[in-house]
């Protein structure tokens, strides 16, 4: 390609760059028109009494003249029609999803919806008032949510509604998903059921559930607090502080101790003979007895809502889909506790259930009910805090009973689409193994004749184009990183995860390729973009193009190049700070145009974007994966670190062959391989044995024939197998030793202090060079970055302190560990300059180049932030 044309093709990379930054810009501009995406609400919609006065209600129950207030438990509000014989006609119900399901959806935090619900049961309407999608900002349009939320109008809540297909021979109605939102609507079909069916209990629509009642074993024995605690039978429910955005003290925000009293034996081992006598007789046929205690904390249990309308609004019972609350009427005075040693209280009561659907046989749940604050935005949010009580098996005739739980609802997915899901699996394994024999491949083919390499290469191109891309939908994206990151960082749930089994199952895979061979295998073979792309460029070979195809100058690429890299750590730090900011700018990424939602779907920047980028790729070999692509960037920074490479000869740091031919450009004038931009074409592997092309071999070729020698087959290093042992290398061979080695990326090197050491005393050097940056040399050559180092590093450790001692939120402590790791690299730089090459327990090490440090230092660091995040949470020790 002539100069003329390469500069053409730099500036519409840039161009491209360009149209990027201004999606970016128009997607700001369309969130601040978005009607419910992080709408506000009023901070007292969860707590108001007229409901109606603070969300249109009769949006989404047309007819209805008026409403009643809040009523109920959970709540929901009457819709009355015309007033018939001086009385309001009921029409049906209005209910606000939060009142009753706090179900998360992609983005971690609910979609706040406001239902409608007529006297039979079936939804009238639906309006989302909130949510915090942002694909449903950007990516896909708001108004496919509402089209969703369409489909449930006139169906009943006593229907089995499933996102997917109708099944009817398992009485299963199917819902449409939104293309590239799956758990999006999972969740929001949740909502919706979760919603309908606790409010249709309620009110008579469905029949309460049934359960057997409980049969007990009487044994007349009288047991100790720990003893009923070890039983089972006394159960605790704990909430710290910093569970709800308080600042962590130590002591529990509250601290619950509640049984079943309905056991002769429990119930007289907790209130003394005397005391169960008393209570059995102010009990019916049917009640149920349990007893709670606050034996810490400054919060009641009681909540204030019994005092405005005799609602104890901060305890319920759960079991099944069926939740209890109490009134003032339910409630009975708790004086003390017999059990020896049962703990002293502040706050105590007896609750009844009085509906003939509770059954102590049956496991339930005690919930506490309370506000959360947010600490970074102040804003409160409903949530609950549950603790499982089951009586123990030996208390029950017969023992527990069989209890079918429903599946989750990602089970249900994976069964619903096993084959397909075996299907994806089974090629993934395939193409992996078949890339594992690699060598084998390569050594059947040659510069003419690829085929027994292409024949693979191109089938999975084809697969992941046809039936991955547009079949599955299984696109990966730099948003799943992020949104790993963060779940990795605050609240792992693997759920979120399992509910696109495809994506999910590409993960895994990607995962083990990455640090197996590098990210070439899934950029090069499987992605689907990326594939797509490389297909344009063949076609453009094809229908006689190639005259006009070539590679950007060297230079051009080589300043390039580190554009995806910047990219990619500038949507990693705008995420810390905005999830949703983070999602609109990763339209950088052309995927959801081109799989999940179709550029006929789409506003035509994002059409023009993709065609561009396909249009580019006719001329330049895959321009965005080169350039532009952040997944492929975060791919490679762990492909710094993969175990095994493509295989170099001394010679190749002399000879162009390979360099010439390569797509990605990632073999650099010393004929060294750069692992992180090699997307596995192979192409240089083929010539690698080929010994009419590879000049070494051709040499050693040519000069058997000469001499009438034996033609030896070629051996795993490359060169033919010799005839006879030699000691004595060829005047070529001994010219390339002189110079840089390729078989490593950078030059060899051997820290002085790893040298001759005991296993034991490795191991302590090897943890310490992970830990430790400092050096003796780094001392010598930059004493004022190393005694700056210690200040951030004592900066650091406090930050981390502090956040384990509930003291400092986890975004503080992300942004001292990330002010550290970019001084730890420059420390690293002008001191302990090195990087181990392949498997960790080895001991190639190697030069540092900067971006080598950049990807060491950051994976090191992520890993070991994750694994403090992780254990701090788990201890409870970490603000969110």
């Avoid at 006598?277 to 919060?299: P, V, Y």
């Avoid at 009910?369 to 499982?388: E, P």
């Avoid at 023992?399 to 699996?425: D, N, Q, T, Y």
């Avoid at 034991?760 to 010598?780: A, N």
Wanted: with cysteine.
């Amino acid at each position: 390609m002539n100069s003329r044309c390469q500069r053409m093709a730099a500036e519409v990379v840039f161009c491209l760059a360009a149209l990027f930054m201004l999606l970016g810009l128009c997607a700001g501009g369309a969130r601040a028109s978005t009607g419910a995406y992080e709408a506000e609400l009023s901070p007292e919609l969860n707590s108001a009494k007229d409901l109606c006065a603070m969300v249109p209600c009769g949006a989404v129950f047309p007819g209805a003249k008026s409403f009643s207030e809040r009523m109920g438990q959970p709540p929901y509000v009457e819709a009355y029609g015309d007033e018939e014989a001086g009385k309001k006609k009921l029409l049906g119900y209005v209910m606000l999803s939060t009142d009753i399901t706090d179900t998360p959806a992609y983005s971690g935090k609910p979609v706040i919806t406001l239902i409608g619900m007529d006297r039979t049961g079936r939804f009238v309407g639906v309006k989302v008032l909130k949510h915090s999608e942002p694909i449903l900002l950007l990516g896909i349009p708001e108004s496919a949510l509402i089209k969703f939320n369409d489909q449930y109008l006139g169906k009943s809540v006593a229907d089995k509604i499933e996102v997917g297909q109708s099944r009817p021979d398992e009485n299963v109605l199917g819902v449409d998903a939104i293309s590239g939102a799956t758990v999006t609507v999972i969740a929001q079909n949740q909502v919706m059921m979760a919603s309908g069916t606790a409010v249709a209990r309620q009110v008579g629509i469905l029949a309460p559930t049934k359960r057997d009642a409980a049969r007990h074993v009487l044994t007349g024995q009288r047991w100790s607090w720990a003893e009923l605690v070890k039983q089972g039978s006394v159960k605790r429910l704990a909430v710290k502080p910093e569970q709800v955005g308080l600042v962590r003290t130590g002591e529990p925000f509250i601290e619950l101790w509640f049984g079943d009293l309905n056991h002769p034996d429990v119930g007289a081992s907790l209130l003394g003979d005397k005391g169960w006598d008393n209570l059995r007789a102010r009990l019916k046929e049917g009640e149920h007895a349990l007893f709670i205690i606050r034996s810490a904390g400054i919060e009641s249990f009681k909540g204030s809502g019994f005092v405005r309308g005799g609602i104890y609004d901060r305890v319920q019972v759960k079991q099944g889909a069926d939740s209890f609350t109490f009134r003032d009427l339910d409630y009975l005075n708790l004086y003390g506790l017999e059990a020896a040693g049962a703990p002293s209280f502040n706050e105590s009561g007896i609750f009844i259930i009085r509906s003939k659907a509770f059954s102590a046989a049956y496991p339930w749940k005690l919930s506490f009910l309370g506000n959360r604050v947010d600490r970074a935005t102040g804003t409160r949010s409903f949530t609950s805090f549950d603790s499982k009580y089951w009586l123990a098996p030996e208390l029950l005739q017969g023992g527990r009973p069989v209890v079918e739980e429903a599946s989750a609802p990602w089970v249900r997915i994976w069964k619903s689409r096993a084959v397909e899901i075996g299907l994806f699996a089974a090629l993934l394994v395939i193409v992996t193994v078949v890339y594992a024999f690699r060598d084998q491949l390569t050594r059947r083919s040659t510069r003419k004749n690829k085929w027994p390499v292409n024949a693979f290469k191109y089938s999975a191109w084809a697969l992941s184009i046809g039936f991955i891309g547009f079949g599955a939908m299984a696109q990966p994206s730099i948003t799943q990183v992020l949104t790993w990151f963060h779940a990795l960082l605050f609240q792992w749930t693997w759920s979120l995860f399992l509910s696109d089994p495809f994506i999910f199952v590409f993960w895994v895979f990607i995962i083990i390729t990455v640090f197996l061979f590098g990210r070439g295998l899934f950029c090069g073979w499987m992605c689907p973009f990326g594939s797509l792309s490389e297909a344009m460029y063949k076609l453009g070979s094809l229908i006689g193009l190639k005259r006009f195809q070539g590679s950007l100058p060297g230079a051009w690429h080589d300043w390039l190049k580190w554009l995806k890299y910047i990219v990619f750590f500038g949507l990693l730090v705008i995420s810390m700070a905005s999830m949703g900011l983070a999602e609109v700018l990763s339209e950088v990424e052309p995927f959801k145009t081109t799989f999940l939602v179709g550029i006929n779907n789409r506003a035509w920047p994002y059409g023009l974007f993709v065609a561009a980028l396909l249009g580019l790729s006719i001329f330049i070999e895959r321009p965005y994966c080169k350039y532009l692509c952040p997944l492929g960037a975060a791919l490679a920074v762990p492909s710094t670190f993969r175990w095994f490479g493509l295989p170099r000869k001394h010679e190749c740091n002399s000879c162009k062959a390979c360099a010439v031919g390569c797509g990605s450009l990632a073999i650099d004038a010393a004929g060294r391989i750069d692992h992180r931009e090699c997307l596995h074409c192979l192409d240089c592997l083929v010539l690698y044995t080929d010994p009419k092309v590879c000049p070494p071999l051709g040499q050693e070729r040519k000069r058997r024939e000469r001499a009438g020698l034996e033609m030896t087959p070629i051996g795993r290093d490359g060169y033919f197998i010799p005839i006879h042992p030699v000691s004595v290398g060829t005047p070529a061979s001994i010219a390339a030793k002189q110079g840089p080695d390729p078989r490593m990326p950078t030059d060899p090197v051997m820290p002085p202090h790893k040298l001759n050491v005991s296993r034991l005393m490795w191991i302590w050097l090897e943890i310490r060079d992970h830990l430790w940056p400092w050096s003796t040399e780094g001392w010598h050559s930059q004493r004022a970055l190393q005694v700056a180092g210690f200040s951030l590093a004592l900066a650091a450790s406090s930050a981390w302190f502090l956040a384990a001692t509930g003291r400092l939120s986890s975004g503080a402590v992300i942004g001292w560990w990330f002010g550290w790791s970019v001084y730890e690299v420059l420390i690293r730089l002008s001191g302990r300059r090195y990087v181990k090459d392949g498997p960790w327990w080895q001991d190639n090490y190697r030069h540092a180049s900067v971006m080598d440090m950049l990807s060491y230092v950051s994976f090191k660091n992520l890993l070991i932030g994750a694994a403090l995040f992780l254990t701090l949470k788990t201890l409870g020790l970490m603000l969110v």
